[in-house]
């Protein structure tokens, strides 16, 4: 009986695993040109392209007030994405994304304003295919108060007597409780005087049910074809 060397073993294994790595490549190299998945689906694949534009219709609303991170975002592409004579996505295929960061204005720190962006990451087709995307951020950002605040001080920064007055009017705005607050924000007035307007506020901002936007394909996306 003829022994086999552990070492012999370890090389087949060696060799094995070399065979199925470069058999692996091949693999994803056609599955990625989507030629196999056309022979092993029966169907028609094709290739949308990165910088894609998808024109979508919001359906439900989000602002930079009430939102949180991770609020889901629902939309419709609303115009068939052709690839030749090929239809890749029908219209009225759904888009589904997400709050991807979201802040709400503030009216300190010289009143910011809100800021609110969204990003999608999966396409469904009215006939139930689901296929993950990865598109451009949406973003909008709220118009800030804090130039009418620094003016409305400049021009009015006379006296520390009027500006204990402005203290306790901003006291009263910051929560509500005569007591602390009245007293902080007199020593706060007390420094800087009067203002004409206490505190202007930023703007908060919103994408709202039945709003129209656009955005774009990072990565490009393979899809199976309909017909025309």
């Known amino acids: 009986m003829t022994e086999i060397k552990p070492q012999s073993n370890k090389l087949t294994i060696v060799l094995l695993g070399v065979i ?8 994803l190299t056609q599955v990625n040109s989507g030629a196999l998945l056309s022979k092993l689906s029966g169907q028609k694949v094709i290739t949308i ?28 592409i609303s115009n068939s994405i052709l690839i030749g004579e090929d239809i890749a996505v029908p219209s009225g295929s759904s888009i589904i994304g997400e709050v991807a960061s979201v802040t709400p204005a503030e009216r300190f720190k010289a009143g910011k304003g809100g800021f609110l962006s ?16 990865n598109t451009t951020v949406y973003t909008l950002v709220g118009e800030s108060g804090g130039s009418r605040l620094a003016k409305g001080v400049a021009k009015t920064a006379i006296g ?50 039945g709003t129209a936007l656009s955005v774009t394909l990072e990565q490009p996306v393979q899809v199976v074809a309909l017909k025309n």
């Open 20 to 27: 199925a790595f470069l058999l692996g490549a091949l693999l």
């Open 49 to 76: 392209p990165n910088g894609t534009k998808l024109n979508l219709t919001l359906q439900n609303s989000v602002s930079s007030l009430t939102s949180r991170r991770g609020d889901v975002v629902n939309a419709i």
């Open 118 to 133: 969204v990003k999608f990451n999966l396409i469904q087709t009215p006939n139930g295919k689901r296929y993950p995307v």
């Open 160 to 209: 520390a007597g009027v500006g204990a007055a402005l203290g306790t009017a901003v006291g009263a705005i910051a929560g509500g409780r005569p007591g602390r607050g009245a007293w902080s924000g007199a020593a706060i007035g007390g420094g800087l005087g009067a203002a004409s307007a206490i505190v202007s506020k930023g703007k908060d901002v919103g994408l709202y049910s």
